[in-house]
Every structure is written in C-alpha cells, then in structure tokens.
C-alpha cells in the first residue's frame, strides 16, 4: 500500500503491484465504453476518468481517450503526503514512469484552476494532460515533458525508469529554445495517438552529439 512518506520510486513499485487487479477491474469499463463509441461518434477525442480503490488501499485514477481506432489508456494511481499535498503518479507498465509532485500541480492549478478542491483539481490535470511527450538530456540527469497545457520539467529518481516532475511551465512562459522542443513533443504525443507506434518511439534525448565520420 502507498503510504505519504514514499519516494517516487516507491509509490511506483507499489502501483505495480496493484496493476493485475486494476487492468482486470478495468474490463467491464473499457467494453462499456467500446460499445458507446461503436454508436456515439461524438466520444472521440473526449478524454474520460475511471475511479478504483484496489483491495490494497491504493486510488487510482486511470485515464481513458477514444479516438477513431483506439482506445487510449494511462492509469494514474494518486495520494495524499504528510503536508496534505495531492500527488500522482502515472503508470506505464512498458515504459517510463512519471511522479507527478505537489509542486506541479499547484504551479497548474495557478494558471488553469483556482478552486479550493484539491481533488477536482488533480481529475482536470490528469483529464486535460493524459498524454505525454517526454525528452532527456545525455549531460545531465534533466527529463522534459510536454502536456496539452504546457511544459513539465522533472528529472530522473530511477535512470530510465521513473522521473520525479518538479515544474509546470505554461506555454506563454517558454524560452525559444523550449518552444522549439515543446513543438517537438506535441508531435509526439499526436504520434502516440495513432494506430501504429514504434515501440520505444515515445522517449527521446536532446542534444544529440554530432555524429562522426
């Protein structure tokens, strides 16, 4: 179980254990939602939540976005620290994981959604910004995400495995050199929308040495 004094590492390692039962809690919602779009058209691209408390005390919120081949699904597993403080973690059981701090989602919260309710708030963060783009850097341990709504910058807790987001940064804040890359990882989120996906193609370093002859 998640208890508030976790590290990001952690509370993923927990999650993961929890992810059989949630995949299989998962399939009533997930062929009710497919028979909707067979007949409701108007679901596509209209992202929806799931809630689930496993038996092992864990709250997950697991993310669902239709779209006209697919059915894309992010769960998020979410908790309270001792400071009372919502934080999250989004769980890719063949990819990168993300912990998403208290520190994210008040810095979003300032730009988009200024009610009192913590937990309304963190539905809209993962609602709005299910999908990611993400970049690291080769020099340091520095990870870079993209988000509908704007620009996170995190860094590595585990090296290629789990990533610690630290800033929100809206869109009218980025520097050029960040526009120039935020425009790199919203073309990959919309590749990771498609019905085709090259496996690994949704993580990425920047600054790429110079190649050698």
């Known amino acids: 179980m998640i208890v508030q004094t976790h590290s ?3 509370v993923v390692r927990e999650a993961f254990r929890d992810l059989p039962a949630m995949w299989n809690k998962l399939k009533e919602p997930i062929e009710r939602l497919q028979r909707r779009m067979r007949v409701d058209k108007s679901l596509r691209m209209e992202p929806q939540l799931f809630e689930y408390r496993s ?33 999250a973690a989004r769980i890719m059981q063949d990819g990168v ?28 963060f993962i609602r709005e910004n299910m999908d990611f783009g993400m970049e690291y850097c080769l020099d340091n341990d520095e990870v ?8 996170i910058i995190g860094t590595w807790a585990v090296p290629q495995q789990v990533v610690q987001l630290i ?43 110079p190649q050698t002859a």
């Open 144 to 151: 870079r995400v993209g988000v509908t709504h704007g620009y």
């Open 55 to 87: 038996h092992e005390g864990n709250n997950w919120l697991i993310a669902m976005l239709p779209t006209k081949k697919v059915l894309n699904i992010v769960p998020f597993v979410w908790y309270r620290g001792t400071d009372g403080y919502y934080r």
């Open 97 to 124: 994981c993300y912990h998403i701090s208290h520190h994210v989602l008040e810095q979003y919260a300032e730009r988009f959604n200024s009610t009192e309710d913590g937990f309304f708030r963190l539905k809209e």
């Open 8 to 10: 990001p590492e952690q």
């Open 167 to 209: 800033t929100f940064v809206d869109h009218g804040k980025l520097f050029d050199d960040q526009q120039e890359q935020m425009d790199r990882l919203d073309q990959q989120r919309a590749d990771s929308l498609r019905h085709t996906r090259t496996p690994g193609g949704n993580v990425k370093p920047w600054d790429l040495p």
